[in-house]
């Protein structure tokens, strides 16, 4: 017996999936260039001897790296979740 969500059931449904992938890449290209833009930040606070911006530089990085992750990951998540319902 397979168990798989009724996906057709959700109204609007061809106008939400293209809605979702476009914020996924805004959410996308904006996190790698705040990654960028933190990285640059944090290398030339640290090279001129500021620990209090090159801090805060570091944290962009980090934040920026785990909104890219979570992201990408969640279609993967999702798709992986979809595949076990099925073997459950």
Excluded: E
């Excluded at 476009?22 to 500021?50: E, Q, R, Y």
């Amino acid at each position: 017996m397979n168990v798989y969500p009724d996906l057709s059931g959700v109204g609007g449904r061809s106008t939400l999936i293209p809605i979702v992938g476009a914020l996924l890449t805004i959410v996308l290209i904006v996190s790698v260039l705040m990654l960028v833009v933190s990285a640059i930040i944090w290398a030339i606070a640290s090279s001129n001897g500021n620990p209090g911006v090159a801090t805060k530089g570091k944290v962009g990085v980090f934040v920026a790296l785990g909104a890219a992750v979570l992201a990408g990951a969640g279609v993967a998540w999702m798709n992986f979740l979809l595949n076990l319902g099925d073997t459950l």
